[in-house]
DNA sequence: CATGGGATTGACT
DNA sequence: GTCAATCCCATGC
């Protein structure tokens, strides 16, 4: 391989990859942008996909994270390799989805708070049962999708949920805005939410916006 | 082993 | 704006 294919080609559209290897908040920072997908390997369910407009970081350094209660059977999966889905259940009723980053070892993930639907339109309405705020929601998103917990721990690499790079589409960097965690009680004065700018797919209207 | 608290959502006043 | 649904699991006795 030419040292230009290395570089112009997969620089751009590793961009998910290379979120894998930062630090828990700059990867959130960094996957807004990304692409989230499902597509059942039986192949008889079509694939739902979605642009990510919205994260949210947690690091087992501060109490809002669940690996703050250090390695536990429900929290193993955030010490895992990065790359590896944590799926749990919120309130005894929604799968919320994070991205797990930082060497393994470390607990931290990515909370996928909201995407713009791209692909599957029609069989998120289908799930949601609605027509409109299919995935503006942690829980929204992982039922428009039909993530369900017995995806937590798999591979967003290799496995049933894909993540992915930017769609083409979507120019370099795009403008994100930062502000404080939404619907936690502990450390929520840290700055770890990130927002794509002027998304109208996100999970709750944006604060007077910081510039990431 | 009993208890309580959520990284939420949708329905309702 | 309020509030119930619903369940895993961490915590404490």
Same mark, same amino acid.
Request: net charge negative.
């Given at each position: 391989m030419s040292a230009d294919a290395a570089q112009s080609g997969p620089a751009r559209s590793a961009r998910h990859l290379r979120a894998l290897q930062l630090p828990v908040v700059r990867a959130a920072r960094a996957l807004v942008g990304c692409t989230i997908a499902h597509e059942p390997r039986s192949g008889d369910v079509t694939p739902c996909s979605g642009l990510i407009v919205e994260t949210e970081a947690y690091h &087992?350094?501060? *109490?809002? =994270?669940?690996a703050f209660a250090g390695l536990t059977a429900r929290t193993a999966p955030l010490f895992a390799a990065p790359g590896i889905a944590y799926v749990y259940r919120s309130y005894g009723i929604h799968a919320l989805l994070n991205v797990v980053v930082e060497p393994a070892g470390t607990g931290a993930a990515v909370l996928i708070r909201a995407l713009q639907p791209l692909q599957g339109v029609e069989l998120m309405r289908a799930r949601r +049962? +609605?027509? /409109?705020? !299919? =995935? %503006?929601g942690p829980g929204k998103l992982t039922q428009a999708l039909g $993530? /369900?917990?017995? !995806?937590?721990?798999? %591979?967003? !690499?290799? /496995? *049933? #949920?894909r993540l992915g790079p930017p769609p083409p589409a979507l120019p370099g960097e795009p403008p994100v805005l930062v502000g404080p965690r939404i619907g #936690?009680?502990?450390? $929520? &004065? !840290? *700055?770890w939410r990130f927002c794509l700018a002027? %998304? +109208?797919? $996100?999970s709750r209207p944006w604060p007077a916006g910081l510039l990431a």
């Open positions: &087992e350094q501060e *109490p809002a =994270c669940h +049962r +609605r027509d /409109g705020d !299919l =995935c %503006s $993530v /369900g917990l017995d !995806l937590n721990a798999t %591979s967003l !690499l290799d /496995g *049933p #949920i #936690i009680t502990k450390a $929520v &004065e !840290l *700055p002027g %998304s +109208r797919h $996100v």
